[in-house]
């Protein structure tokens, strides 16, 4: 079980939270999110270790704080690179998503974008192949690869005929 700690920073050190697994503490945040509790998730957020969930979870939260709260600066589209590159996987789609347009804070970056929406295809994220397939018909981040389209495509139609 990982545990959830908090950071000392006037001694430098990290303290654990008595035994409170980095996931329940995710779930809660989850329901004060779901309660509209923004604050008080980022509050409990800062407990969290440097950790995928909790950074993706931060990011979603950020853009409904108040502008007095220490968590207001931080950009949601850093956070969820942060996550995907901590390797959570759910933020692998929304990390191509972000690089594909680009963001104030990120350029457009096409081939980069190929990386996560094929990790994000790889890892079971179906909503990633519309994009993939459009990175082999245009050669973004990849060599054209029009066989790469067709089978990507039946594997969609294969997919949607059985329901998945």
Known sequence: MRLCYHIDMA???????LGISCEKLCD?????????QWAEAADYLG???????????LSQVVGHLPSDHPDAGRRGDELTLLAAYHGYVPAFKPAGDLLWDGTG?????RAK????????????CRAAAARLIECYRQGYGTPQD??????????????????V
């Open 11 to 17: 001694n430098k050190r990290m303290i654990p939270q």
């Open 28 to 36: 809660m945040v989850r329901q004060m999110m779901s309660d509209g």
């Open 47 to 57: 407990y969290a270790p440097d950790d995928g969930q909790a950074l993706y979870l």
């Open 105 to 109: 804070l990120y350029p457009a970056d």
């Open 113 to 124: 974008a190929f990386g996560w929406y094929r990790k994000a295809y790889d890892a079971g």
């Open 146 to 163: 029009f066989t790469q389209v067709v089978a990507l495509r039946k594997k969609q139609g294969e997919e949607e005929a059985n329901g």
